[in-house]
């Protein structure tokens, strides 16, 4: 039963904050897509580490531009028949090296794959980061394997949209209602509601940080699709 003891490879730091200005009226859904593309450039060591997952439901949680810089993980490079079209929104690029990994309508397979990735720093010393996306009231498709997969030493971000009690724009079926008591009793998980961009900016880059290290937990997030005014938050302008 003995095994060989692991050598942690090093990763870097996670940073604290990121240099973008959150002015303009933004929901959080929408700003996690551009906090993703942000680390790209301001922690490449560290977005290298980061892998997305989520349940066909990539471009609609805003993971787009993410996908974009990235591409989708596939076991061997595919042609990409669309790449001549130039006002291609989205750009599926599917190759060996990709970064995102898109499941299908398959809820358990996606919590699954965020156990094992999230294992990789005790088994192998090598730290991943990863961030699943999915319709938020449809993490409950999925609860046992999850809460296994945190119990296994698994740590990841989940991440549910849209969040609140009120009818969301995509429909009754997506309306969040029992989910929040949901991130709150599962024990090695921090959940996290922010309100503003700047908040979740905050939050993820912290999550982030206590995601596939020794003694490093889970993280559940609830985004909303509206775009809240940001002046609100009163942040202070010398900070």
């Given at each position: 039963?003995?095994?060989?003891?692991?050598?942690?490879?090093?990763?870097?730091?996670?940073?604290?904050?990121?240099?973008?200005s959150?002015k303009?009226?933004?929901?959080?859904?929408?700003?996690?897509?551009?906090?993703?593309?942000?680390?790209?450039r301001?922690a490449?060591e560290i977005a290298?580490?980061?892998?997305?997952?989520?349940?066909?439901?990539?471009?609609?949680?805003?993971?787009?531009?993410?996908?974009?810089?990235?591409?989708?993980?596939?076991?061997?490079d595919?042609?990409?028949?669309?790449?001549?079209d130039?006002?291609?929104?989205?750009?599926?690029?599917?190759?060996?090296?990709?970064?995102?990994?898109?499941?299908g309508?398959a809820?358990?397979n996606?919590v699954?794959?965020?156990?094992?990735?999230?294992?990789?720093?005790s088994?192998?010393?090598?730290?991943?980061?990863?961030?699943?996306?999915?319709?938020?009231?449809?993490i409950?498709r999925?609860?046992?394997?999850?809460?296994?997969?945190?119990?296994s030493?698994?740590q990841?971000?989940?991440?549910?949209?849209?969040?609140?009690v009120?009818?969301?724009?995509e429909?009754g079926?997506?309306?969040?209602?029992?989910?929040?008591?949901?991130?709150?009793?599962?024990?090695?998980?921090?959940?996290?509601?922010p309100?503003?961009a700047?908040?979740?900016?905050?939050?993820?880059?912290?999550?982030?940080?206590?995601?596939?290290?020794?003694?490093?937990t889970?993280s559940y997030?609830?985004?909303?699709?509206?775009?809240?005014?940001?002046?609100?938050?009163?942040l202070?302008?010398?900070?």
């Amino acid at each position: 039963m003995a095994r060989p003891p692991i050598v942690t490879q090093p990763t870097g730091s996670v940073p604290v904050r990121l240099a973008r200005s959150h002015k303009a009226p933004i929901s959080t859904q929408a700003t996690l897509g551009r906090l993703l593309a942000d680390l790209k450039r301001a922690a490449p060591e560290i977005a290298d580490r980061v892998v997305t997952c989520s349940p066909d439901v990539a471009s609609s949680t805003n993971l787009g531009g993410w996908i974009n810089k990235t591409g989708v993980w596939s076991v061997e490079d595919r042609l990409d028949w669309f790449a001549d079209d130039a006002e291609r929104v989205l750009k599926w690029s599917e190759v060996t090296n990709g970064q995102h990994i898109e499941l299908g309508i398959a809820e358990v397979n996606l919590v699954c794959l965020l156990g094992e990735l999230g294992a990789t720093w005790s088994r192998w010393g090598e730290r991943l980061i990863p961030i699943a996306t999915l319709y938020d009231p449809f993490i409950s498709r999925a609860l046992e394997p999850w809460s296994y997969g945190i119990y296994s030493g698994g740590q990841s971000i989940i991440i549910g949209t849209p969040s609140g009690v009120t009818l969301a724009p995509e429909g009754g079926a997506h309306q969040s209602i029992t989910t929040p008591s949901i991130g709150l009793e599962q024990p090695h998980c921090i959940a996290w509601e922010p309100a503003f961009a700047q908040d979740l900016e905050w939050c993820m880059l912290t999550a982030m940080s206590k995601v596939g290290i020794e003694g490093g937990t889970s993280s559940y997030f609830r985004l909303s699709t509206r775009p809240i005014d940001q002046s609100l938050a009163a942040l202070p302008e010398d900070g």
